[in-house]
């Protein structure tokens, strides 16, 4: 059997569902489908800080009050349903998930970006991790190892330095690490964390519980062994589009091609958030391309009806 | 927070085991990935009406993490007769833990 709707948004992340409560706000009958659950990479942020509105708040948080918002209008929400497929017709839009098949007159993407993850094999996986505020209890009092020298990297050592972890070594493959320059100066006050630039992680070696890291200095080719009870991973994101492949016009780097109004190359379909070609990549800014994609769709329903 | 879940605690837990068949989630709260992993769990609940889910906050709950030498959340374990009998850690697809699950009931 196959459902049918005005609108499908595939992500519910910020940027689907405020998309989503414009469309439900225009009286579109809304479907979101989300791979895992609401709330795209802001859940993994411990402390959202630049959100209009609250000076502080933490990105779960933040993003059960919009899913809140978008079910009060009455929005439908299906999580763990991951489209595997698109077709992209002119009159109808069909996207599949492993359960089920559905209709809709116009179709969001709102993807977003998933984690890259380690590109090396290691047996001690159990100590590789990708979320500081899920694992990094654990390792109070002990040492780690950040891979990646960007926002990301910095925020969660601050946080894990918080917790009580005892060290950290954070590793960058670039010259000089990316991240703000007053986080950086806010880390390495606290005397607990350094760093290596023109470097990569390229070994771990498991030993007597702890791991033995073994760190390449990449002009020189010499190594270096750190000795680490953990590792912590924060080296970007790729964006959501395997599945769209052939489908949509996408950038050399996988995001989806879209204009300032938030269409694609195929009628009918608009694309929203982190997963279009783009500089900016904030929960406002994929505010703003829900907002426009949603307001788009909403118009393309009318004028074909 | 799902509704078929037991919570279990050091004081209950060994109690609760006896020779059982259940499965066994070990979360955080505030922990992004656990939530998922609940989700797909509750997913995969209607192919399995009489599985039998029990979770344990890690944080309240250290001692038991050490017991099972678990260091990341989630992670999941079947128990078969009362005795684990498979385990992963990290979060998997709805078809991932149905396979898990299946393998698991399956062993004599």
Redo the contacts between chains.
């Keep these: 059997m196959t459902i049918s709707h005005d609108l499908i948004i595939c992500g519910g992340g910020i940027a689907g569902m405020t998309a989503a409560i414009f469309a439900a706000r225009a009286n579109l009958d809304v479907l979101v489908l989300e791979r895992?659950?609401c709330?795209g990479l802001a859940?993994?942020a411990y402390s959202v800080e630049n959100f209009p509105s609250y000076s502080r708040i933490?990105g779960?948080e933040l993003m059960q009050k919009v899913k809140d918002h978008a079910e009060s209008l009455k929005v439908k929400i299906e999580?763990?349903a991951?489209v595997e497929s698109f077709e992209f017709d002119a009159d109808r839009k069909t996207v599949s998930t492993?359960e089920q098949r559905y209709h809709a007159k116009s179709i969001i993407l709102a993807t977003g970006r998933v984690p890259i993850h380690l590109p090396i094999e290691t047996e001690w996986?159990?100590?590789i991790?990708y979320?500081s505020?899920?694992?990094g209890?654990?390792y109070k009092g002990k040492g780690l190892v950040l891979v990646g020298g960007g926002n990301s990297s910095f925020d969660e050592s601050l946080y894990l330095i918080n917790l009580g972890v005892r060290s950290i070594v954070i590793i960058e493959s670039m010259e000089t690490c990316m991240a703000e320059e007053v986080t950086q100066k806010k880390a390495f006050a606290t005397g607990k964390i350094a760093v290596r630039t023109n470097a990569r992680l390229a070994a771990i070696i498991p030993q007597a519980g702890q791991g033995r890291i073994i760190v390449e200095d990449i002009p020189s080719g010499s190594s270096e062994q750190i000795a680490a009870d953990?590792v912590f991973v924060f080296i970007g994101q790729r964006p959501n589009t395997r599945a769209l492949e052939g489908k949509i016009d996408l950038d050399s780097g996988g995001y989806i091609v879209a204009d300032n109004l938030m269409h694609t190359n195929r009628p009918g379909v608009f694309a929203a958030g982190d997963v279009i070609a783009k500089k900016y990549r904030q929960l406002t800014t994929a505010m703003s391309d829900g907002t426009i994609a949603a307001l788009e769709a909403v118009k393309y329903i009318r004028e074909c009806a | 927070m799902l509704d078929k879940m037991t919570i279990l605690t050091a004081d209950s837990f060994n109690g609760f085991i006896g020779s059982r068949d259940f499965l066994l989630l070990i979360f955080?709260n505030?922990?992004?990935?656990?939530?998922?992993m609940m989700?797909?769990i509750?997913?995969c609940l209607p192919a399995f009406p009489d599985l039998v889910v029990a979770g344990v906050n890690?944080?309240e709950n250290p001692i038991i993490?050490t017991d099972l030498d678990v260091?990341?959340?989630?992670t999941v374990l079947i128990y078969k007769n009362g005795v684990p009998s498979a385990r992963r850690?990290g979060?998997m697809?709805?078809?991932e833990l149905s396979a898990l699950i299946s393998k698991s009931q399956a062993q004599g």
């Excluded at chain 2, 505030?30 to 998922?36: A, H, R, T, Y």
């Excluded at chain 2, 260091?71 to 989630?74: D, E, L, N, W």
Aim: proline residues 9%.
């Design positions: 895992e659950i709330g859940n993994y933490n779960m999580e763990i991951e492993p996986e159990e100590h991790h979320c505020v899920c694992d209890i654990a953990g | 955080k505030n922990c992004p990935l656990c939530k998922v989700a797909v509750e997913k890690s944080e993490l260091s990341k959340v989630p850690s979060v697809r709805p078809a």
